[in-house]
């Protein structure tokens, strides 16, 4: 069965660059959530998009903003990267139409290195 | 703010041996969702439990909540190697369904 896409698998970025994630959700799954996952941590929500529009917000910085197109895709944009933004990066998609639409499922992440 | 928390923190067995770690929450939900994650790898979702249901059975897992004391637990029958991962408990509420994780559970299985 097809699962949610990330790209890249990895990134390496300086402090004060720019990075865009980008994650393709499960085929008809119509929402996509954002994580953030610290060394150590339990994941963070960020942000989501129900039919392109943003749903909830969690704890996301300014300097990050996020979009879901129309073929459902989402990506993550970060501007001024800092230290503090090495993590792994998730995106998870549902489908809450469907049966079962409450599980979130997850996609292998997206690991950031801020140097 | 974290909703949950779980323990043990750590959890080391033989194979063979069942596995159960513990979720509390803080809020009222309405789903209740494990996942594995190996070494820092993606999250695999395992079982949902909706917060009108008591138990919930797949393969060698159990998953019980008790809303009345805001906790989940998770049991792993017959453990293997394979089961070694971290273990999070998520919630989600009525009001909006972003996750909410638990600390998590690290288990080790030794051959």
């Known amino acids: 069965a097809a699962g949610v896409i990330q790209s890249p698998r990895h990134l390496i970025k300086e402090k004060r660059e720019t990075a865009t994630l980008k994650c393709y959700p499960i085929?008809?799954?119509?929402?996509v959530y954002w994580y953030q996952q610290g060394p150590g941590q339990d994941p963070q929500f960020l942000i989501s998009f129900y039919e392109k529009m943003q749903s909830d917000k969690g704890s996301i910085p300014d300097r990050f903003s996020a979009q879901q197109f129309s073929d459902y895709h989402s990506e993550l944009n970060m501007s001024s990267l800092e230290l503090g933004d090495s993590a792994l990066y998730f995106c998870a998609s549902s489908g809450r139409l469907a049966p079962g639409g409450e599980t979130q499922y997850f996609g292998p992440g997206t690991r950031l290195l801020v140097l | 703010s974290q909703q949950g928390e779980e323990d043990p923190q750590a959890l080391s067995i033989q194979e063979g041996e069942n596995a159960t770690m513990n979720c509390s929450y803080k809020t009222s939900i309405n789903n209740l969702q494990w996942y594995r994650q190996n070494s820092g790898r993606g999250l695999v979702h395992l079982i949902l439990?909706?917060?009108?249901?008591r138990e919930k059975h797949s393969g060698r897992l159990r998953v019980t909540l008790d809303t009345s004391k805001k906790s989940s637990s998770l049991l792993i029958t017959a453990s293997r190697a394979a089961d070694t991962a971290s273990y999070f408990c998520?919630?989600?509420?009525?009001?909006?369904?972003?996750?909410?994780f638990g600390t998590g559970t690290r288990l080790q299985v030794f051959p």
């Open positions: 998520a919630t989600d509420t009525y009001n909006t369904d972003k996750l909410i």
């Open positions: 439990i909706r917060s009108n249901e």
């Open positions: 085929p008809r799954h119509d929402t």
